[in-house]
C-alpha cells in the first residue's frame, strides 16, 4: 500500500478535483484506490489517498 496526500490551501472546494486529477494522472500505476481520508488544518484542507500500486 501506498499513500498520498493532496493539500489544498484556498477553501477546500478543489480538494475533490486535485484529487480526481491526480487519480487521472497515475492511473496507470494505481491497481486500486483504497480509502481517502479528509482532514481540515485550520484553513488548510488535505486528502491522504491510500492505494495498491500495479506491480
Known amino acids: 500500500m501506498k499513500h498520498v496526500t ?3 490551501n484556498t477553501d ?3 480538494l475533490n478535483d486535485l484529487i480526481n486529477n491526480w487519480i487521472e494522472e ?3 500505476e494505481i491497481l ?3 480509502d ?4 481540515q488544518y ?3 484542507y ?3 489517498v491510500t492505494y495498491e ?3
Do not use: L, P
Open 6 to 8: 493532496i493539500v489544498d
Open 46 to 48: 488535505t486528502a491522504t
Open 53 to 55: 500500486e500495479r506491480k
Open 42 to 44: 485550520g484553513s488548510m
Open 36 to 39: 481517502i481520508d479528509y482532514q
Open 12 to 14: 477546500g472546494n478543489t
Open 32 to 34: 486500486e484506490v483504497i
Open 26 to 28: 497515475h492511473e496507470e
